[in-house]
């Protein structure tokens, strides 16, 4: 099982980024997919969900109305698309993929791509 996240980098305030993570080893189309960010020195927060078989997505407020996620069930992939980036955004971006069976739970993470927001 491999996620590996892509697109992170430095931007300036306002500006844009879109991440990628790219799933293998798994039946993609049923987990539902999430992305998560860590910033120096403080706990690790759910920012985005993506639900399986168009069941929706839900956004952290602090990311509402910027951030959009996305999924291409056909290339296995999970999108960020981020917008009116701020200081506050910097952070390690993490993608995660989660489902569930009346036995167990499987969950993989990434290794994570960093995000800067800094003139």
């Known amino acids: 099982v491999q996620l590996v996240e892509s697109g992170g980098g430095l931007v300036q305030p306002g500006g844009s980024l879109r991440l990628s993570c790219a799933a293998s080893?798994?039946?993609?189309?049923?987990?539902?997919m999430r992305w998560y960010r860590q910033a120096p020195g403080k706990e690790r927060e759910l920012v985005a969900v993506?639900?399986?078989?168009?069941?929706?997505?839900n956004y952290a407020d602090s990311v509402k109305g910027r951030f959009t996620i996305s999924r291409d069930n056909a290339l296995n992939t999970v999108y960020l698309q981020m917008n009116s980036l701020k200081p506050e955004d910097t952070a390690v971006y993490y993608c995660n993929a989660i489902t569930s069976t009346a036995r167990s739970v499987y969950e993989y993470w990434g290794q994570g791509t960093q995000v800067t927001v800094s003139s």
């Open positions: 993506i639900y399986t078989f168009g069941a929706g997505t």
């Open positions: 080893g798994f039946t993609f189309s049923t987990y539902h």
